[in-house]
Every structure is written in C-alpha cells, then in structure tokens.
C-alpha cells in the first residue's frame, strides 16, 4: 500500500542520506538542490553504490593532474569503494595537498594499487612522499621523471630505500642528480635486497658516479636492470661500470648512450 512504500522510501532516501554524508561525494550540492530530489532519486544512488561495491570495477591506470582535486577525490574515492586501480600517474602533483594525501591514504588502505608514476612536479618533497609511501605495501614500482632532484632529494630518498623491502622498481629519469645523489643512491644498492630494476637515465652523474654504482653492483645480487643513459659518464665511467656489469651475477639489462646489453646468466 502507499503508507508501506512511502516507508520503504523513507527509510531508503534516510541510509542514502547518511551514505552521502560519509562519503562526502555530494559535499558541495546546495541544501536547495538536495531537497529538489526525490526520495526515489536517493534510493537509486544508494542502489547504485551497492552494485559499484559488488562489482569492483578494474581501471589499470589512472592519469591525474596535480591540481584537479575533483577528479583526485573521485578516484580516491573509486579507490575505497573497491575499485581496482593498479597504476596511478599524477602529472604536476603536490604531495602535501589534502587531496592528494587523501589518495594516497586509499591507496594504502586498499593494498592494490602497484604502481605510482609523479611527472613534472618540480617542488616535490620527498621526505613527505617517502614516508606517505612507506605505508603502501602493494606499491612495487615508483616513479619519480623530471620532478627536479638533485643530490639532496637523492640522499632522502636512498636513506628511505635502504631498509625498504616492497619496491621492485625505481626510475629518476630527467631529473639533476649528479655525484653526490649518485653516490647515496649506490649505498643503497649495497644494502637494499628487494630493487630489481633502476633507471637514472637523462641525469648528470659523471665518471665518478658511475664509479660509485660499479662499486655498488659488486655487492648487489638481486638488480636485473640499471639504465644509465644520457649520464655524462665518459668513457671510463662506461668500461668502470659494464665491467661490474659484467662481473655481476643478476644483471641481465644494462643500458647506455653507445652500450645496450643483454645478458643471459
């Protein structure tokens, strides 16, 4: 009868309305909007969101803009109903921004997401992300491209890799590290067991650099893949490094401006 729908609808547009509160997802609708709906309206949603939860969508990827916090809240919120996002790649990202750490924070509390690409984002603090990240367990692969590190961002984040044991694959391409940021990073080679695959391509880390990582690689039995192209090694930098290489008993990739090998071993 009409009293028994009206209840049913009543009691529907109710946990709609508390679903909507919790989730924030219709935080910024104008009070005289909200009442223009209808009950029915409500209960359709909150059906919707129902079948979203069961359902848990796969989007492999997600590419974001740094600066459009809709779009990042959205996928945050994708990301704690469920949905499967296996990449996210934050293009002019600003890791301190709520927004952002409330991405990152579903990402850590799913524990499904393996990847994380930053692009472009050239006061990136990466004391802040490291310890951000440090929390994701399912994160095996970052990238940090043309984020302007230099030596100092290299030192922190070698200091917070060093006793890492998730991440599987690192790579600071297009960035200004340069000895010194190549030095930190190969005491963390020397220590870190999990890294398998580094790429430093289009940095400035010189022939002493490349001496550095040879030294490294000697101690290193678990990295399959080093690129280390567009580098300014020299010549003497590339003979130091492809004979550690070489001597090495995991690398199978090793890339250079004037030496591509791959290794069987």
């Known amino acids: 009868n009409d009293t028994a729908t009206t209840q049913i609808y009543t009691s529907l547009f109710v946990g709609s309305v508390r679903c909507v509160q919790e989730t924030g997802k219709w935080g910024q609708m104008k009070k005289e909007e909200a009442k223009r709906r209808s009950p029915e309206y409500y209960s359709l949603r909150c059906i919707n969101c129902i079948n979203f939860a069961l359902n848990s969508p796969v989007l492999t990827e997600r590419e974001l803009h740094g ?13 704690s109903k469920g ?3 296996n990449e ?11 927004w952002t750490v409330n991405l990152l924070d579903s990402i850590r509390n799913a524990s499904i997401t ?49 006793s890492n044991e998730t991440l599987l694959h690192l790579n600071l391409s297009g960035n200004n590290i340069k000895v010194a940021g190549a030095q930190a990073i190969s005491g963390c080679l020397a220590k870190n067991r999990t890294l398998t695959k580094l790429s430093l391509s289009f940095n400035d880390i010189g022939p002493k650099g490349a001496e550095a990582l ?26 130091c490094l492809s004979a550690a290489v070489l001597e090495t008993k995991s690398i199978t990739h090793f890339k250079h401006d004037q030496l591509i090998l791959s290794l069987l071993k």
């Open 67 to 79: 600066k459009d916090k809709k779009k990042i809240d959205s996928t945050a919120y994708l990301i």
């Open 214 to 239: 040879a030294i490294a690689l000697r101690s290193n039995n678990v990295l399959t893949y080093l690129n280390v192209k567009n580098n300014n090694i020299g010549e003497g930098g590339l003979k």
């Open 83 to 85: 949905a499967i996002v």
């Open 114 to 162: 393996e990847g994380l690409i930053i692009k472009q984002s050239n006061d990136l603090d990466i004391s802040f992300l490291m310890k951000e990240i440090s929390f994701i367990k399912s994160l095996t692969s970052l990238t940090l491209k043309m984020c302007n590190i230099g030596d100092k961002e290299a030192q922190l984040l070698s200091d917070s890799l060093t």
């Open 88 to 98: 996210v790649i934050i293009t002019y990202a600003d890791v301190k921004a709520k």
